[in-house]
Every structure is written in C-alpha cells, then in structure tokens.
C-alpha cells in the first residue's frame, strides 16, 4: 500500500513538521489523498507497456507468425522544493511574549510552500521550468484530452460519462473548480429534486462530494482562463487513478514525505539562525489510460 501523506503525519515525531503537513492536507483533498511511494537516489524509473501482440486465425498447416509486447522505459527525477527563514536572535528572545516569533514564522514558510506545492501538482510544467515537477495537466497525454466543444462548451452528464470512461480501470476521482461543481448540482437539482450525494473515502475521514458514486475533488488550483477555441475563459476536469501500480502518484526522496524543517544554525555576521524548510518530491504515470481530461469546460 502507498503511503499517504496524512499517515506519514502520524508517524513524524516531530511536531511542528507535523503540524505542517496536517494543516495542508486539511486544505486539499487532492494532496490527502495522493499516494507516494519513496524513492532512493534521485530518479524513479519503471517500465510502462507500450504496444500488445495478438494472434492470428489461421488455415491447417499455416505457419503461426511470432509476437512479442514492447515496453518503455520511464523515468521520473525527484525535483528539490526548499525555502530558508532567517530570525534574528533579539526579536525571537525578546518579542516572542504573546506569539512565539519562530513557531509564527515558520508555519507562514510552510503555508507558502505548501500552496506551492499543491499549485505545482496541478500545474506543474518541466518543459517550461525543468527545476519542477509535472503536475497532473502535463501528465494526461493527447489522446486522454477530451474537448468539450470547438470553442467551450457548458458541462453535460455526457461529457462525464466520457471523461470517466477514458480512465481504464475505473477513476478514483474526479477534480475540478468550484465553479464547475455548482454547475453540475445546478444539473442535478433541474431533473427534479436530485442533488449530489457524499460518500466517505476510506483513510480519508470526511465526506466527499460525489458524482454517480465517483468522489469529487474540489480544486481550484485548477487555471480558469485556459485557451479553446474563440474562448479564453474556459477550464478543465480531471478524472484520476490513484494507485502505485497502475495509476497516477507521487514521489519522496529522504526520510519522510511531506515538508522537512532543518535547523541550519548561526549566521556568520549576524545574530541570527536560519530555518530550512524542504521537500524532494516528484510525480509518476504508471498507465497513460489512469488520467483523463476534459478541456474547454465553460463553467468556471
């Protein structure tokens, strides 16, 4: 089984780090429940399977033509997300009487690091910054891209239908704005009475929206603004496996998953310490079918 970051949580001894990651993962459902699997050394490489060989019908005595399945080598590097705080030694010792100046400051790091994080895991794009990560928009391949009309289009039960039908194996959730959810109750409501139900995810603890008994994910991290057609105001869902096997997950290098706190120690010339906060982390596709998108949702 994968490790969730929430249980990695558990495990930590270290209160402030987690502190950290709890704070974060009440803030997204998305990173409570992505699995990750630890990696050592600095890249993750597995094997993908490319293209299958059939068989052929065949006459008496016919010769039986040879096949064999290829596969792909992957790899995924793990990507270093880090930020230092600096507190000077007077101001921590002597203004530190109604808030504890360090506590303070460093879960302010750890807030701004972990909205960078969770941005990345969505928007993440290594072919314009190649320091970060894929998120998941640049993960979901050409032929997992559904397009909801030539220039947008408002979302249909249809076009859902689709979306989770493209994820081979069935999806574990669907992401998407705000926005789109209440367009999508507002569909539900208008057949009579019918409104979205819940359901609790196992290892998760609350209750999630759902659509026809596929979680939703509420995200928006997720881009309004995206380009279809004649439309510049458009967004996109997401329907998502996720798993260490077959589907989509993410990555850790080190001791534990989730943001690190390090105390660096004195600044040479200053009185003051400094703080570093970190994390190597990455993503991986096992299956290229584990993701699927709908772009040009206009229901944002």
């Known amino acids: 089984m994968p490790l969730l970051v929430e249980e990695a949580a558990k495990l930590s001894v270290d209160q402030l780090e987690r502190g950290i990651i709890e ?8 990173f409570a429940l992505f699995p990750f699997v630890h990696v050592n050394g600095k890249a993750y490489d597995y094997i993908r399977e490319a293209t299958l060989s059939e068989g052929s019908f065949l006459d008496p005595y016919e010769d039986i033509t040879e096949g064999a399945a290829t596969f792909e080598e ?3 590097k793990l990507r270093i997300l880090a930020g230092h705080v600096d507190l000077d030694n007077f101001l921590v010792e002597t ?8 506590a303070v400051q460093l879960a302010a790091k750890a807030k701004a690091l972990g909205m960078q994080f969770r941005r990345t895991l969505v928007n993440g794009d290594s072919t314009k910054n190649r320091k970060e990560f894929d998120g998941v928009k640049m993960l979901v391949p050409a032929k997992q891209t559904l397009i909801a009309g030539a220039d947008g289009a408002a979302v249909s039960f249809t076009m859902l239908d689709e979306l989770r039908d493209a994820v081979i194996g069935g999806a574990d959730v669907l992401m998407m704005r705000k926005g789109t959810w209440r367009a999508i109750k507002a569909l539900l409501r208008a057949m009579g009475g019918n409104d979205a139900g819940t359901i609790i995810v196992k290892d998760f603890g609350k209750p999630l929206p759902a659509f026809d008994g596929t979680p939703v994910i509420i995200n928006d991290y997720i881009t309004a603004d995206e380009v279809q057609g004649a439309s510049t105001a458009s967004t996109s869902i997401y329907a998502l496996r ?9 990555l850790y290098g080190g001791a534990t998953a989730g943001l690190r706190v390090e105390e660096i120690g004195k600044l040479e010339g200053k009185d003051a310490q400094r703080w570093r906060l970190k994390w190597y982390c990455g993503t991986a596709l096992k299956r290229t079918t584990s993701v699927a998108r709908l772009k040009g949702v206009t229901n944002i």
Do not use: F, K, W
């Open 23 to 30: 704070e974060i993962i009440v803030q997204d459902d998305l």
């Open 74 to 76: 992957v790899q995924a």
């Open 95 to 102: 203004q530190s009487d109604t808030q504890d100046q360090l």
């Open 242 to 250: 996720l798993n260490e096997v077959d589907g989509v997950h993410g």
